[in-house]
């Protein structure tokens, strides 16, 4: 495979390299520890520039960019990591896409949404998981009945990353339980201020509370919010959780192999550099080639943008290795560090941001996913192995258990 840039890519690659040299905002001047309010001044500027969502259509706050523009200029804005977007993910990577699939014939409605997630002025939160679903999200029992020229919805999800922050919320909901799960089910957006919704944040281990409890009670959304045919809601779902895994693939979490080594160099065993140490160099050696291989398997999604391809399932390779490489990582820098390992004080060291990671990246490994789920994934449209048997496939969701 041929990675060098085509004169053309070379030329925007330049042009996108110039623009963030002049551009770019510099750490000192962000302010806060609310990523989605640290980071919007820098969105406002991307997309009164014109660099933010470069790949939609102009008239949504693009430029109508080619998948490998895109590529490339993610690549160049990764040399500011303290700018990075990732909080404004959901609606860039994952709604946005959705919404231009289902609403195309509904263009006003597009010219009123897209913008402002372009921008940062409103956020976005995926209503998906249920309690009692767990990673099968056709068992989901939030409701939606239809009154008039509105639907009435109730139910909960849970795991709903920055749903107290979020201006919209994307829902799939069950619309007729007489069919099998997959069939009955509808999806909508809605606003997140509406009566009879109640957020509860999540207690997570690193602290902070990403994870949310959502509850609906009769919350009233017009019709005109749906997305998609009344139960076409499996086939929305799907296709906005295919754009959550290509965007996953492509993230980086916080910890790579660059960090480690670093690390390496500057603690010390029996009085010399870790980075000596033989046992250390094999574990950092095992790293690398782990990294090497989803740097490849980044290059082949790359290749296949470049020729006009869709990279399909093969991103759950990188959605299943970098959450656990990523906390392999962070437990052995941990181990590195001793007994700082076990010190979460940004304030006393610098490098806290291991001890936060590995408390942060067991979720990773399940956003959009869970292990398991990338396995068949893989397993299933990459290998073409035999499906697994679903015996509930055909049965209506009344009949089944819970499902009344």
């Not at 201020?193 to 994870?211: C, H, L, M, T, W």
Request: with cysteine; net charge negative; proline share 6%.
């Amino acid at each position: 495979m041929d990675f060098n840039d085509t004169p053309e890519e070379a030329a925007f690659r330049q042009k996108a390299r110039n623009w963030l040299a002049e551009n770019a905002i510099p750490e000192s001047e962000l302010e806060g520890d609310n990523l989605i309010h640290r980071h919007r001044p820098w969105l406002k500027r991307l997309y009164e520039g014109g660099w933010s969502c470069i790949s939609w259509p102009k008239r949504y706050g693009g430029q109508g960019a080619s998948p490998i523009q895109e590529v490339i200029w993610n690549q160049e804005q990764s040399h500011y990591p303290h700018l990075k977007t990732h909080r404004f993910s959901v609606g860039q990577k994952m709604v946005a896409p959705t919404l231009m699939e289902f609403l195309e014939d509904r263009p006003e409605t597009l010219e009123r949404l897209l913008p402002p997630i372009a921008s940062g002025d409103e956020t976005w939160v995926q209503l998906f998981s249920e309690p009692a679903g767990g990673s099968d999200l056709a068992a989901l029992r939030t409701r939606a009945e239809r009154d008039g020229d509105a639907w009435l919805v109730n139910g909960q999800k849970i795991w709903s990353s920055h749903a107290v922050e979020a201006k919209w919320g994307f829902i799939v909901t069950r619309t007729d339980p007489t069919v099998p799960k997959h069939k009955g089910l509808t999806c909508l957006y809605l606003d997140m201020e509406n009566p009879g919704i109640e957020i509860r944040p999540i207690k997570q281990a690193n602290g902070e509370s990403e994870f949310n409890e959502v509850f609906f009670a009769d919350v009233r959304i017009p019709d005109n919010q749906r997305v998609g045919q009344v139960g076409q809601g499996w086939e929305v779902a799907v296709t906005m959780l295919s754009h959550e895994r290509l965007a996953m693939g492509g993230e980086n979490f916080g910890v790579d192999y660059e960090a480690l080594r670093k690390l390496a160099g500057e603690v010390c065993i029996d009085g010399r550099p870790a980075i000596e140490n033989a046992q250390v160099r094999a574990k950092l050696a095992d790293f690398y080639c782990v990294e090497a291989g989803l740097r490849a398997t980044t290059n082949r999604a790359i290749s296949a943008l470049s020729k006009g391809k869709n990279p399909g399932s093969e991103t759950s390779i990188n959605n299943m290795v970098i959450g656990a490489s990523t906390q392999e990582i962070a437990a052995f820098a941990l181990d590195l560090m001793e007994q700082a390992g076990i010190v979460l004080d940004e304030s006393t060291q610098e490098s806290s941001f291991f001890q936060q990671a590995f408390l942060s990246i067991p979720s990773m490994r399940i956003a959009g996913g869970t292990d398991e789920i990338q396995a068949n994934i893989v397993a299933e449209s990459v290998l073409g192995l035999p499906r697994e048997p679903r015996v509930d496939k055909n049965v209506p969701f009344n009949e089944l258990p819970g499902g009344k």
